[in-house]
């Protein structure tokens, strides 16, 4: 005990760095533990990095996501039926992995219905390769289409095992922007 108040009343810089260290360090695991808890994932927070799904998210935004394996999505089309509505309009927004790959940015669209194996991807599209979510931002200037039409997922529907999570919450305004602009300077 004599020793841990030593190290506890010490006045030596390096010692003090060490302290400020572990203790943020604590901090951290006590804020993921329980993360990881409520959430399910260890970073359930993301940061939105595009307009893509204005007017309801923001660049700069900061939204709470939810394991899925933890929920069930309601996709737009469900949300409609059943008057289900997420960050301003029908269904969930998900977060997934683009084409299933860990290298990429995520993509955080709502997700609108749910295609099998063999069905359309969209009136008058080609068949789905599989079966998997159709997803599209809420943005329709920047969004016109699915994104499976164009270049975020081209004919791939969302498999389950590529979604991240759910948003969950309302998100945090603005609050991003610390971490958006430093890596568009930087050309991240």
Do not use: C
């Given at each position: 005990?004599?020793?841990?108040?030593?190290?506890?009343?010490?006045?030596?810089?390096w010692?003090?760095?060490?302290?400020?260290?572990?203790?943020?360090?604590a901090?951290?695991?006590?804020?993921?533990?329980?993360?990881?808890?409520?959430?399910?994932?260890w970073?359930?927070?993301a940061?939105?990095?595009s307009?893509?799904?204005?007017?309801?998210?923001?660049?700069?935004d900061?939204?709470?996501?939810?394991?899925?394996?933890?929920?069930?999505?309601?996709?737009?089309?469900?949300?409609?039926?059943?008057g289900?509505?997420?960050?301003?309009?029908y269904?969930?927004?998900?977060?997934?992995?683009?084409y299933?790959?860990?290298?990429t940015?995520?993509?955080?669209?709502?997700?609108?219905?749910?295609?099998?194996?063999?069905?359309?991807m969209?009136?008058g599209?080609?068949?789905?390769?599989?079966?998997?979510?159709?997803?599209?931002g809420?943005?329709?200037r920047?969004?016109?289409?699915y994104?499976?039409?164009?270049?975020?997922?081209?004919?791939?529907?969302?498999?389950?095992?590529?979604?991240?999570?759910v948003?969950?919450?309302?998100?945090?305004?603005?609050?991003?922007y610390?971490?958006?602009?430093?890596?568009?300077i930087?050309?991240?």
């Amino acid at each position: 005990m004599g020793k841990i108040r030593k190290f506890n009343e010490s006045d030596n810089f390096w010692i003090e760095l060490l302290r400020d260290f572990l203790s943020v360090l604590a901090v951290g695991v006590i804020l993921a533990s329980i993360s990881q808890i409520v959430f399910g994932l260890w970073t359930p927070m993301a940061v939105v990095e595009s307009g893509s799904m204005l007017p309801n998210i923001h660049t700069g935004d900061i939204i709470f996501d939810e394991s899925i394996n933890r929920t069930e999505i309601t996709t737009y089309e469900m949300g409609r039926q059943n008057g289900y509505t997420s960050f301003g309009d029908y269904g969930d927004v998900i977060m997934y992995k683009r084409y299933g790959r860990d290298n990429t940015t995520s993509i955080t669209h709502r997700a609108m219905y749910y295609v099998e194996e063999g069905e359309p991807m969209w009136d008058g599209g080609p068949p789905a390769p599989y079966a998997g979510y159709i997803t599209k931002g809420d943005n329709t200037r920047t969004n016109p289409s699915y994104d499976q039409e164009g270049d975020i997922s081209y004919m791939q529907p969302v498999k389950k095992d590529w979604i991240i999570g759910v948003a969950r919450f309302y998100p945090v305004p603005i609050l991003g922007y610390i971490f958006v602009y430093p890596r568009k300077i930087l050309g991240m």
